[in-house]
């Protein structure tokens, strides 16, 4: 019995230097499906923090480094550990205000195999 899923991904979330301050930001929206996978690339000339509740810091991305999270990336039935949906990626800086670049986050989960039928 097969119980192959497709890799899809949510539109890339990316937030300016010029947003990025000494209170939580939400960057983009919030994930429409279970997160399996997840990359942070912080291309701004400070460290960042990363939330997921808007108020604490769970991770710091040093300035120009990427931090990729392979939760579940290879299971194939939807039980076990994900990100939830209707996660919030809430950043702000650790010390000073960022002068250029932008962070981004790219988020992968799985969907349906056949195209248009469910987690596209």
């Known amino acids: ?6 890799a899809r991904f949510e539109p890339l979330r990316e ?8 209170n939580y930001t ?11 996978l997840f990359t942070i690339s912080n ?12 108020v604490t810091n769970h991770l710091r991305v040093v300035t120009g480094t ?14 076990g ?12 800086r650790v010390a ?4 250029s670049g932008q962070v981004s986050i790219e988020v992968m989960y799985a969907g349906s195999l056949v195209p248009g039928a469910g987690g596209v």
């Open 1 to 6: 019995m097969a119980y192959g899923r497709a």
């Open 15 to 22: 937030v300016a230097f010029g947003a990025i301050t000494a």
């Open 26 to 36: 939400a960057v983009g929206t919030l994930t429409t499906d279970f997160t399996r």
């Open 43 to 54: 291309a701004t000339d400070v460290d960042v923090y990363i939330s997921f509740d808007g």
């Open 66 to 79: 990427a931090k990729v999270y392979d939760i579940t990336s290879n299971k194939v039935r939807d039980d």
């Open 81 to 92: 550990l994900f990100i939830p949906k209707g996660t919030v990626f809430s950043i702000k």
């Open 96 to 99: 000073g205000a960022p002068s």
